[in-house]
């Protein structure tokens, strides 16, 4: 039992070093079989997005030596949730949960990625100096 925990633990990990793998995986093979390429697009950020967030809350915390990544990262998806839930319930006057939380998980492909980049380069130019 121990080793399906430990392969499910290394795949993750595999994933989440690289998320452009799992992405490219989902995009084309998802739209292969339905042949929608936006929904492909779609179903492969969602699924990138979850791997994105484990992986810069890491990186975070490697390269500015701290434990905050994680809570940072979910403190910054619930301001940005907020923050449209007011835009929404203002010039609407309802709230759609469905429709905001895909908003900020969507958003939030986007910002993780961005911020996997920036502290990817970081993380390899302190690695490459203090050597």
């Known amino acids: 039992m121990q080793w399906i925990w430990e392969s499910i633990k290394h795949v993750y990990a595999i994933s989440a070093v690289l998320p452009v793998i799992p992405f490219l995986l989902v995009y084309f093979g998802y739209a292969s079989v339905t042949g929608d390429r936006k929904k492909a697009f779609r179903m492969a950020m969602d699924i990138t997005t979850a791997l994105l967030i484990g992986c810069v809350a890491v990186l975070f915390n490697e390269t500015f030596d701290s434990s905050f990544g994680l809570y940072g990262i979910l403190l910054i998806l619930l301001l940005g949730g907020g923050l449209l839930g007011n835009v929404q319930y203002r010039s609407k006057g309802t709230l759609n949960m469905q429709r905001i939380m895909r908003a900020i998980w969507r958003l939030g492909f986007f910002l993780m990625s961005f911020c996997y980049v ?14």
């Open 118 to 131: 920036i502290l990817m380069c970081i993380g390899i130019g302190k690695s490459l100096f203090t050597a």
